[in-house]
Nanobody
Framework: QVQLVESGGGLVQPGGSLRLSCSVSGFTLDYYAIGWFHQAPGREREGVVCISSSDGSTNYSDSVKGRFTISRDNAKNTVYLQMNSLKPEDTAVYYC???????????????WGQGIQVTVSS
């Protein structure tokens, strides 16, 4: 049974940091790319960043470049999203997603996590 489980969300003040984790079971990260998406109320789900299955290359959206860092630990089958310098506009539900070989894109996702809330507010 495939599962992607996000953890690490919560409430943080502007300028603060959070680290999200995506724990994967049912498939191995050796063959799957993992992406993080976010969805704010009333808005569409958008891709934030992806890490490839092959060489660990990454692709960030402009809105998070320089502030967020994705990494993976294949031995633990876990992908991390370190979020620094958080802004109120980062407030959203964050989802991790898996796709075999290629980065997940909206409409091209094999598996979704259940999502986790991140709220940036003073």
């Amino acid at each position: 049974q495939v599962q992607l489980v996000e953890s690490g969300g919560g409430l943080v003040q502007p300028g603060g940091s959070l680290r999200l984790s995506c724990s994967v079971s049912g498939f191995t990260l050796d063959y799957y790319a993992i992406g993080w998406f976010h969805q704010a109320p009333g808005r569409e789900r958008e891709g934030v960043v992806c890490i490839s299955s092959s060489d660990g290359s990454t692709n960030y959206s402009d809105s998070v470049k320089g502030r967020f860092t994705i990494s993976r630990d294949n031995a633990k089958n876990t992908v991390y999203l370190q979020m620094n310098s958080l802004k109120p506009e980062d407030t959203a539900v964050y989802y991790c997603a898996g796709r075999r070989r290629f980065c997940p894109r909206r409409g091209l996702v094999d598996y979704w996590g259940q999502g986790i809330q991140v709220t940036v507010s003073s």
